[in-house]
């Protein structure tokens, strides 16, 4: 990632630098939010039954609300993921970072992952919480 005067990657001295993710970004400009996005299609019709490809279809559709407001897959500074299977989640690491590269490119933001009991949509397998900010010279 790379940093900018509005965008700064938090790594306190002495620690390993995380794979995939970042520990911390300290950002300034606008934000973008999305609400928690499931792996359906835009008309609400679940293609794949497993995380993986549940979990592409989720990135692109928060890529699609991020631009919406303006911003890209570079300014998404953190996520959450909520899984339905942790074991399913770690399983699907290749596949999900093979899709994580197609959809968003090289992205590393602040990330969570968490195991949780259902979704609201029965079929569901992940929901993902994106914020992003959009830097002032991007506005």
């Not at 949780?116 to 994106?130: F, N, P, W």
Request: net charge negative; hydrophobic share 45%; with cysteine.
């Amino acid at each position: 990632m790379v940093e900018s005067p509005d965008r700064t990657i938090l790594q306190p001295p002495g620690w390993p630098r995380p794979k995939g993710y970042a520990n911390g970004i300290a950002a300034r400009g606008r934000l973008v939010f999305t609400a928690g996005v499931i792996g359906w299609s835009a008309d609400e019709i679940f293609e794949h039954a497993d995380l993986a490809g549940q979990f592409r279809q989720a990135l692109i559709n928060t890529r699609a609300i991020l631009a919406e407001g303006g911003a890209e897959p570079a300014h998404i500074v953190r996520m959450t993921c909520y899984v339905t299977d942790k074991r399913e989640y770690a399983a699907s690491r290749a596949a999900i970072g093979e899709a994580w590269r197609e959809v968003l490119g090289k992205v590393f933001p602040c990330m969570a992952v968490v195991e949780v009991k259902g979704l609201v949509e029965d079929a569901a397998r992940i929901e993902i919480e994106t914020t992003a900010v959009v830097p002032e010279e991007d506005r």
